[in-house]
């Protein structure tokens, strides 16, 4: 009951924005839990590993934007795993999907005007992956050593499962 005069303060109608900004990170959670499953199932071998692997990938495309990268992240697990077979049916399957995802895309004006930036996409990369600090010279640093960490662990390849999170971790970071 103590807290109720905030909450009346903190929900205002001209602070309208900031109850979405708390919720903003919620909308995230059914593209992961399914990318997780997706690439959980995609280390694994078998039929219905691979049924469930696409199943709860392209349940993850449509849950969230960034869940369209757990199909080519999974595509990638079975060439690292030498699957060939099901790998080109994932390559298949993302293609189809990408074409049916992005069909009739329109971008905002200030996206076609841009272009494409490779500086700009390495510069929002460090700066993203090594935010949790509050110096941006030290954010820079840092993410260039969560960066050189994230390919070790991706070129060790001993646990398939978690190269596979970071590779969509590493995606979505770019896509940003």
Request: glycine share 8%.
């Amino acid at each position: 009951m103590a807290f109720l005069p905030f909450v009346f303060f903190l929900f205002q109608p001209q602070y309208y924005r900031t109850s979405f900004s708390g919720l903003d990170s919620c909308f995230h959670f059914g593209s992961l839990t399914f990318a997780g499953f997706s690439i959980f199932f995609a280390t694994k071998k078998g039929n219905i590993s691979l049924f469930l692997s696409l199943l709860t990938g392209l349940f993850s495309c449509y849950t969230n934007g960034n869940g369209i990268l757990t199909l080519p992240v999974s595509v990638l697990l079975y060439l690292f795993q030498n699957r060939w077979k099901e790998g080109i049916l994932f390559i298949a399957i993302t293609c189809i999907n990408g074409a049916l995802y992005f069909y009739q895309l329109n971008l905002p004006p200030h996206l076609k005007s841009e272009g494409f930036n490779l500086l700009k996409i390495i510069n929002g990369t460090l700066i993203l992956s090594g935010s949790w600090t509050v110096n941006v010279y030290v954010a820079y640093l840092t993410g260039i050593i969560s960066i050189f960490i994230f390919f070790i662990l991706l070129l060790k390849r001993q646990d398939l499962f978690l190269a596979g999170i970071l590779m969509f971790v590493f995606g979505s970071i770019l896509l940003i």
